[in-house]
């Protein structure tokens, strides 16, 4: 796996949520802090999404916006729009239903109506992939002809299967489009980043040689990888890797390269059956003592201890 889709796997819990949503104007809704990220992506309309921290910001027809740490937060068809809790007005509706008709019945026209896809993730928030934590609160990205075709085609995937009616797999094809979804938005972001004002990861992602090495580690992370080595996979000198990782990854190679060993650990605990001997191997320690001491040293706690306070935790995203 690549780097960006090793850092979203390594968060990822539980499975995520989302639904078609139709709302008439006049509408304000409120999202409680929640352990994950969530988005909405406008299908109809226009509304304002709310944030904790910073001003508004307007959504337009096409429009995502996507929240990688869930603080809370609020959208309406105005900005001033008081708000009410989600659960009390938002329905998920297919997009063909009955209430079109009737909405057109009582007088309310196509201006007042919005209809956007809602979903969210379960993210652990313990510990956030530095790739990840470098996204801004708010990432909106506009709907623009010709960008990011994937994001666009997984939209369209996603809104198809939310229009109503049990398909065939839908249970499969849902929780797969929404993390294909989440890639693409996350990509989406370092994409749209200037080239020229690129910094952190998203000049990391874009140097050949820094991504070279981040590809070992994440490649091999049982490698006993020193900075001679990862500097020769990078074809750098020495120095001149060490100080060009650090600048952009933003910690030293070494440093990175135990920190994600410890991640790779954290996850086969968590999702797997591996006897601690067989967990230690996999992240390059030749002993379950001394993997157990690095371990305890990350995380505060031992493997074994760790495992029992994260297996089965499964709960999905709660509704609304």
């Not at 090793?6 to 929640?34: C, E, K, N, Y």
């Not at 919005?114 to 470098?134: F, I, K, N, S």
């Not at 398909?167 to 989406?188: S, T």
Request: net charge neutral; proline share 8%.
């Amino acid at each position: 796996m690549d780097v960006l889709s090793d850092a979203i796997s390594a968060m990822r819990l539980g499975r995520p949520h989302s639904s078609r949503t139709v709302l008439d104007a006049p509408w304000g809704v409120r999202f409680d802090p929640q352990p994950g990220a969530g988005f909405h992506v406008l299908l109809k309309g226009t509304c304002w999404l709310i944030p904790t921290v910073g001003g508004p910001v307007r959504l337009g027809v096409g429009d995502v916006a996507f929240l990688p740490r869930e603080l809370g937060h609020g959208i309406a068809d105005v900005p001033d729009r008081p708000l009410a809790d989600a659960r009390s007005l938002i329905r998920p509706q297919a997009a063909d239903s009955d209430a079109t008709a009737d909405a057109n019945a009582n007088g309310r026209g196509a201006d007042v109506r919005t209809e956007m896809l809602c979903g969210a993730y379960r993210l652990d928030q313990t510990r956030v992939h530095p790739l990840l934590a470098e996204l801004p609160d708010v990432v909106h990205i506009p709907a623009r002809i010709g960008r990011h075709p994937s994001l666009r085609g997984a939209i369209e995937l996603l809104g198809r299967e939310l229009d109503g009616g049990t398909r065939h797999g839908g249970d499969a094809a849902l929780p797969a489009l929404l993390d294909i979804l989440l890639l693409y938005m996350v990509r989406a972001w370092y994409e749209d980043r200037p080239a020229d004002e690129a910094t952190g990861w998203a000049a990391a992602l874009r140097d050949p040689a820094v991504a070279a090495a981040l590809r070992g580690v994440h490649d091999e992370p049982a490698r006993p990888w020193t900075v001679r080595s990862l500097a020769g996979r990078a074809g750098l000198s020495r120095a001149a890797f060490a100080r060009r990782f650090t600048a952009t990854v933003g910690s030293p190679p070494l440093a990175y390269a135990t920190w994600w060993r410890m991640t790779v650990a954290a996850r086969l605990l968590r999702d797997s059956d591996l006897p601690l001997r067989a967990v230690a191997e996999r992240v390059g320690y030749a002993s379950e003592f001394a993997f157990a001491k690095a371990f305890k040293r990350e995380f505060a706690e031992a493997p074994g201890r760790f495992r029992e306070a994260v297996r089965g935790d499964d709960r999905p995203w709660p509704e609304g």
